[in-house]
T-cell receptor
Framework: AQKVTQAQTEISVVEKEDVTLDCVYETRDTTYYLFWYKQPPSGELVFLIRRNSFDEQNEISGRYSWNFQKSTSSFNFTITASQVVDSAVYFCALSAWNTGNQFYFGTGTSLTVIP | EAGVVQSPRYKIIEKKQPVAFWCNPISGHNTLYWYLQNLGQGPELLIRYENEEAVDDSQLPKDRFSAERLKGVDSTLKIQPAELGDSAVYLC?????????????FGPGTRLTVT
């Protein structure tokens, strides 16, 4: 079975603090893809990053960075020097080859950045 | 380039009434998805199309829900009759890669309220 767990339901940080959003996934497939999406108050989901199971290299994009660790089945997302505009709900998602690449989303983490 | 277009943005209907949602994907995107998102939850897949073919509709409650994508471009999702529990946001997404490897681009969603 495929499953994504985002244990942090809500997080509040003060502007300029760093924050890490956790994502733990479950799959028996060896070929799978992991994603992070941002859903601001406007409601539209925005794609942030995709990682495939064969690429454990961490990635940095501006203030965003992602740490993919197969050993712990985690794909965590860190925002450095958070800003008010980062306030949103963040979803982690899994797509696995043997289940027709259906997307499985976590329940999301609501991030509030306090000015 | 235009994003995924959905209409209407909001719909309020009484239970037992029919309702339809429309989606126009990004030009050139052969794969189209319909998701349901309940408050505080991640999106859940209802149906996936590759061109005009529904390749995954296992999560679609077929007793009251139906969908079509006749020409492999825009799509309509219908509920008949609607029930109170159908109140949710209905999201449409599209992607270039139907194998689940590519990122999905989401529309703004249709917020349905059934009274």
């Amino acid at each position: 079975a495929q499953k994504v767990t985002q244990a942090q339901t809500e997080i509040s940080v003060v502007e300029k603090e760093d924050v890490t959003l956790d994502c733990v996934y479950e799959t028996r497939d060896t070929t799978y893809y992991l994603f992070w999406y941002k859903q601001p108050p406007s409601g539209e989901l925005v794609f942030l990053i995709r990682r495939n199971s064969f690429d454990e290299q961490n990635e940095i994009s501006g203030r965003y960075s992602w740490n993919f660790q197969k050993s712990t089945s985690s794909f965590n997302f860190t925002i450095t020097a958070s800003q008010v505009v980062d306030s949103a709900v963040y979803f982690c998602a899994l797509s696995a080859w043997n289940t027709g690449n259906q997307f499985y989303f976590g329940t999301g983490t609501s991030l509030t950045v306090i000015p | 380039e235009a994003g995924v277009v959905q209409s209407p943005r909001y719909k309020i209907i009484e239970k037992k009434q029919p309702v339809a949602f429309w989606c126009n994907p990004i030009s050139g995107h052969n794969t189209l998805y319909w998701y349901l998102q309940n408050l505080g939850q991640g999106p859940e897949l209802l149906i996936r199309y590759e061109n005009e073919e529904a390749v995954d509709d296992s999560q679609l409650p077929k007793d009251r829900f139906s969908a079509e994508r006749l020409k492999g471009v825009d799509s309509t999702l219908k509920i008949q009759p609607a029930e109170l529990g159908d109140s949710a946001v209905y999201l449409c997404a599209s992607s270039l890669d139907g194998q689940g490897r590519g990122e999905q681009y989401f529309g703004p969603g249709t917020r349905l309220t059934v009274t």
